[in-house]
Nanobody, 120 residues
Framework: QVQLVESGGGLVQAGGSLRLSCAAS????????MGWYRQAPGKQRELVATITSGGSTNYADSVKGRFTISRDNAKNTVYLQMDSLKPEDTAVYYCNAEGRTTTFRPFGSWGQGTQVTVSS
């Protein structure tokens, strides 16, 4: 079992910043890709950003230049620095991790989600 615990969401005015954190714990042997997804009311969950264990990143076009994903492999933690926030960034943000457990089985886990609300 691999658990992901997110923190850092909240309410912020447009143009402001927030930093999300997600820590993985449990039977993790290796974590390949970690990422952030979001789901706004009435919409499907969408990719925000991902980062591999080697540091390669991928961003949704809508957040490029405003959001920065990073990770601390020693702490099994991924971060999302969100700057220049817009009201359309309002959503529940979910952390995701994929890798192998200590028994070398592949896993894919989701966090419980953290609310980000950007007021205009």
């Amino acid at each position: 079992q691999v658990q992901l615990v997110e923190s850092g969401g909240g309410l912020v005015q447009a143009g402001g910043s927030l930093r999300l954190s997600c820590a993985a714990s449990g039977s993790t042997f290796s974590i390949n890709t970690m990422g952030w997804y979001r789901q706004a009311p009435g919409k499907q969950r969408e990719l925000v950003a991902t980062i591999t264990s080697g540091g390669s990143t991928n961003y949704a076009d809508s957040v490029k230049g405003r959001f920065t994903i990073s990770r601390d492999n020693a702490k099994n933690t991924v971060y999302l620095q969100m700057d220049s926030l817009k009201p359309e960034d309002t959503a529940v943000y979910y952390c995701n991790a994929e890798g192998r457990t200590t028994t070398f089985r592949p896993f894919g886990s989701w966090g419980q989600g953290t609310q980000v609300t950007v007021s205009s």
